[in-house]
């Protein structure tokens, strides 16, 4: 895997609806992410967000602590319901309000329906962008934080169930 992505796939016990609707739905995807948005998602619409603790699981939320309240951007770069949704961010906590003036990656969900429920790949790219003093730890960070998420999304499908 080259140092510039982080990928992540994980088989969700719930239809490709389900885990769609927690993925493109920003309400929903802030319960389990850890974030509340001030508007909807919507193909090439950005939308501001506030770092909140996950509302799934109160242990992982602990790991959340740090960055509570932290202001931040998405950008919804594509919708292709129920199999693919894309949004940019800017991982650097310093900079999370600013997609213009610098680096940004890209956060691509795929969804594919496989036995026993849904198949999930987290792909998140553009670390090359950052200095390379940086992109190691920026890098390193996002993939924990993927993990995290990746049971905080399970947690929510199997609550939801």
């Known amino acids: 895997m080259s140092a510039d992505v982080i990928e992540k796939v994980i088989t969700l016990n719930a239809p490709i609806a389900r885990v769609w609707a927690a993925i493109a739905d920003a309400e929903r995807f802030g319960v389990w992410f850890g974030a509340r948005f001030e508007g909807p998602f919507e ?11 996950t509302e799934v699981d109160d242990e992982l939320a602990k790991c959340q602590r740090e960055v509570e309240g932290m202001p931040f951007v998405c950008e919804v770069e594509t919708v292709d319901e129920p199999h693919v949704f894309a949004l940019r961010w800017n991982p ?9 003036e610098h680096p940004t990656t890209l956060v691509t969900f795929r969804l594919e329906e496989v036995d026993g ?24 960070r ?3 934080g993927w993990d995290i998420q990746a049971q905080l999304i399970t947690a929510y499908l199997a609550r939801e169930a």
């Open 43 to 53: 193909l090439g619409k950005r939308v501001r967000g506030r770092a909140v603790p």
């Open 92 to 100: 650097r906590h310093e900079h999370a309000t600013d997609l213009d």
């Open 117 to 140: 429920g849904t198949q999930l790949s987290i792909r998140e790219s553009g670390f090359e962008q950052f200095a390379l003093t940086d992109r190691t730890a920026i890098r390193d």
């Open 142 to 144: 996002n993939a924990n």
